[in-house]
């Protein structure tokens, strides 16, 4: 990996002043990975991705797509009728990191009775 300069052709995510960093941590925090998960299955409403992501309170939904949507990962579409309707979906950028992370989850959801036995040896 190249060091991070101003060119920022490629991150370097060890670099403290690179941004990558901030958004690695938006699509990796809580909240990033399963939003980034449900939209994989297509353009959801908010209320949608609300139901679908048990726990999620509407303030931390609302900055996690925000935080997204400025990292370019995800598409906010609002339409201009009655009551409002907003739609979000992935962006180009959005659907390779949502794949890289659906394998990610997809490890760990088969490998889960494995790992939660080795915690148990601990």
């Known amino acids: 990996m190249e060091k991070f300069s101003n060119s920022i052709e490629r991150g370097y995510v060890l670099a403290a002043s ?8 938006h699509l990796t925090n809580r909240w990033g990975v399963l939003v980034m998960i449900v939209l994989m ?12 992501i048990e726990g999620v309170s509407e303030r931390m939904l609302t900055q996690t797509l925000q935080q997204l949507e400025h990292d370019g990962m995800v598409h ?47």
């Open 18 to 25: 690179c941004p990558s960093r901030q958004i690695l941590q």
């Open 41 to 52: 299955n297509g353009t959801k409403r908010f209320s949608e991705i609300r139901r679908e």
């Open 76 to 122: 906010r579409k609002s339409y201009n009728t009655v009551p409002p309707h907003v739609e979000y979906s992935l962006t180009d950028y959005g659907k390779i990191a949502g794949e890289k992370l659906a394998d990610l989850v997809d490890w760990l959801e088969e490998n889960l009775g494995g790992i939660l036995a080795s915690q148990n040896n601990c």
